[in-house]
């Protein structure tokens, strides 16, 4: 579904930074793959190549085997979904006109956006709230809406860029639970950032450990975790 | 002095106020959105072409507004056909504000946080829906607190005009209160352009509140 081939991106600026340096990442359909790494070790970078809102200085990046550069970006970025720590939603909108936002971009009419958007709040439970102000919403419940919006044009892959850091431990686990229940029900590909250990162990299939802009290790979360070889790896199971 | 005196010229600086305000506006907002989308690195970045703009609206604000509006008098004639009266001075105040405008919706749609433009990007979203569905929304309070302010202005501005020939309420100030000295009639201009003012703010605070109590 995703590959990277060995990316490289530095950021200029009066102290250049090598965000990726020679990154490969393989994702296929319907894996969900986590990406742990300390603050700074290019985890966004590397997601945000995902959906081109990061350009490779080198290296390549295919969805569905066909090269970024030849996809229409606004296209591609139909097909995947983002969601955020910080939710994002818009203030100028109640609840369901969030939902409906990406089937508005490409015109769909608005009884087939209010149908589906509709459809989408019921399988987040947030049903009721359909007319609320973001404002007035939990975190746990925004992320909800920012799932559902992500989720409304039938995506195929999921990009999440620490969507749970801002919520309690319970509501991490409810959050992580949909994410899971939807990735199935909708053979959904996910890719989600993290620095939580659990998260990575609760949910994901896959995991990268990032460090300093290289993936140092990466394999089937339960091979990577019995046996760390990378010392980065070894810190992270040290610190649960 | 006759009360009714004052009407008429309360009129002219209403007609002028109003006027100039909506066009200023409406040449502001491109103004400001293309100061927006030249600045931001995944719009349309251009450097060159920001600094341009943003150069030539320093150096409108840097000129005192009743010699810019002496400058602008040939663009009146050329437009209304004469340099005397309400409509010869909308023109000229209209222009001198729009740069104003540009840089005070320019404020407003910064306050917009840059992530959620991300966000809809990765929706797919092209420029101009970016535009009129994340930025004009999102800072709408904005805009509107910016554009009462603009209006205030030029009440003031507008005043300053009836010292050239602009008729309204400056006008009348000047010519009976400095020409006739009769303080009566300034002291009388003086109240009312203080309660227009403190109406075009209530106005606007109003708007503004009803825009975010669905917030
Ligand atoms: N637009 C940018 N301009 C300059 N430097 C950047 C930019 N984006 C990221 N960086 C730098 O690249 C490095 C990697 O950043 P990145 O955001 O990918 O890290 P991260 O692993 O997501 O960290 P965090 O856990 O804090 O979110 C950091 O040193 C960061 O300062
Ligand atoms: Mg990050």
Not at chain 1, 121 to 150: H, M, W, Y
Not at chain 2, 95 to 116: C, T
Request: glycine share 8%; charged share 20%; with cysteine.
């Amino acid at each position: 579904m995703i590959k990277v081939n060995s990316v490289c991106k530095t950021f200029k600026g009066q102290v250049p930074v090598e965000a990726l340096k020679n990154v490969n990442l393989n994702v296929e359909a319907g894996e969900i793959h986590g990406i742990i790494g300390l603050s700074g070790a290019g985890k966004s970078t590397l997601l945000r190549m995902l959906n081109g809102l990061e350009v490779p200085d080198s290296g390549e990046v295919f969805f569905k085997d066909q090269n970024l550069k030849q996809w229409q970006i606004h296209k591609l970025r139909q097909r995947t979904g983002m969601i955020f720590q910080h939710f994002n939603l818009l203030s100028s909108r109640n609840v369901i006109d969030n939902v409906c936002l990406p089937l508005e971009l490409t015109k769909v009419s608005k009884k087939d956006r209010y149908e589906k958007a509709e459809e989408m709040l019921a399988l987040v439970g947030l049903s009721d709230k359909r007319n609320s102000a973001v404002s007035t919403l939990s975190g746990g419940q925004k992320q909800r809406v920012v799932i559902a919006r992500a989720l409304i044009n039938t995506p195929e892959v999921l990009l999440c860029d620490e969507a749970t850091s801002a919520l309690d431990p319970i509501t991490t686990n409810e959050i992580l639970d949909l994410i899971q229940k939807l990735s199935k029900q909708l053979n959904l590909t996910v890719v989600l950032i993290t620095h939580e250990m659990g998260v990575i162990t609760k949910i994901c299939h896959y995991v990268s450990v990032m460090d300093h802009g290289m993936i140092v290790e990466q394999g089937p979360v339960k091979e990577v975790f019995s046996n760390p070889k990378a010392i980065r790896t070894q810190g992270f199971i040290k610190a649960v | 002095m006759e009360i009714s005196m004052i009407i008429k010229p309360l009129l002219e600086t209403i007609q002028m106020v109003v006027i100039s305000t909506g066009i200023a506006t409406l040449l502001g907002i491109p103004i400001g959105i293309g100061l927006i989308l030249f600045d931001q690195k995944s719009l349309k970045a251009n450097k060159g072409l920001y600094q341009l703009i943003s150069g030539l609206i320093n150096i409108t604000r840097s000129i005192p507004f009743l010699i810019l509006m002496i400058l602008l008098f040939p663009v009146s004639r050329l437009i209304v056909g004469t340099t005397i009266g309400t409509a010869a001075t909308i023109v000229p105040l209209s222009l001198a504000a729009a740069p104003f405008m540009g840089r005070i919706v320019e404020g407003a749609l910064k306050e917009v946080p840059y992530g959620l433009i991300e966000a809809v990007l990765a929706m797919g979203a092209k420029k101009t829906q970016i535009i009129f569905k994340v930025l004009i929304p999102e800072a709408l309070p904005g805009l509107v607190r910016g554009i009462t302010l603009m209006m205030i202005n030029l009440v003031g501005y507008s005043a300053m005009a009836g010292a050239i020939g602009g008729g309204g309420l400056g006008d009348l100030a000047i010519r009976y209160g400095y020409h006739r000295y009769q303080m009566d009639v300034l002291i009388l201009a003086v109240i009312v352009i203080i309660g227009l003012v403190a109406v075009i703010q209530s106005i606007g605070n109003l708007t503004t509140k009803v825009i975010e109590r669905k917030r």
